[in-house]
């Protein structure tokens, strides 16, 4: 690292009541961020629709958040560069949900995945087919409440006949992905796009 400059963490977490919780570098145990964000599970793949994963150790050595309820909490991530004048310079990583918070002790852990897990529920489109993939895609967000990111992408007026069956939102997701030839993710900004690996190394 540049001498003088470090790399923090902060996160703004709603909880279920409402209660807003602005944490700084300070809040956290040491080591208490880390993320995985992949596009497939380790080999070649296309049409892939898996969630980034958080995980969050909040230090509570003075029983400062004991008092918390941290189940279903809405954590909004950063890691920001910090400067000797003050400056303060945050990059945003993301919105996450926590679906397994620990008990409070010394420190209080929270695991969190994006918005791809909104998508995690039985597929009862409001819309009648035949329908083209882009209006798939994008009924798919409105139904769950994920935010849209993308327009036209390959294959977008491809039209599909019927409607599937017995599958969840994630599933269409990633059969959309994969008639585009394209993963389907959800980026820091919490919106769904479609992308392909990056291939920048290979140039």
């Known amino acids: 690292l540049i001498e003088g400059i470090k790399i923090v963490n902060y996160a703004d977490i709603t909880l279920k009541d ?4 602005n944490l ?16 497939t599970n380790g080999k070649f793949e296309i049409g892939t629709a898996i969630a980034k994963n958080i995980s ?16 279903k909490a809405i954590i909004y991530m950063y890691v920001a560069i910090e400067k000797e004048d003050g400056t303060v310079l945050k990059e945003r990583k993301g919105k996450y949900y926590v679906i397994n918070p620990t008990s409070p002790g010394d420190t209080i852990k929270l695991s969190g ?12 489109p409001k819309k009648a087919f035949p329908a083209t993939l882009q209006s798939i895609l994008a009924d798919c967000c409105t139904d769950c409440g994920v935010n849209i990111g993308f327009g036209e992408f390959d294959n977008w007026n491809f039209t599909v006949m019927n409607a599937p069956e017995e599958c969840t939102y994630r599933q269409v997701v990633s059969w959309v992905a994969q008639i585009a030839g394209r993963h389907a ?10 992308v392909w690996y990056d291939t920048s190394s290979l140039e």
Do not use: C, Q, W
């Open 18 to 21: 409402g209660t807003v919780l």
């Open 24 to 39: 700084g570098p300070s809040d956290f145990a040491v080591g208490g961020f880390s993320m995985s964000d992949k596009t």
């Open 56 to 71: 969050v150790t909040i230090a509570n050595h003075t029983n400062k958040f004991s008092a918390y309820d941290f189940y």
């Open 113 to 124: 995945v994006d918005s791809m897990y909104l998508f995690d529920k039985p597929y009862n």
């Open 185 to 194: 993710r959800i980026n820091n900004n919490d919106y769904l796009e479609l």
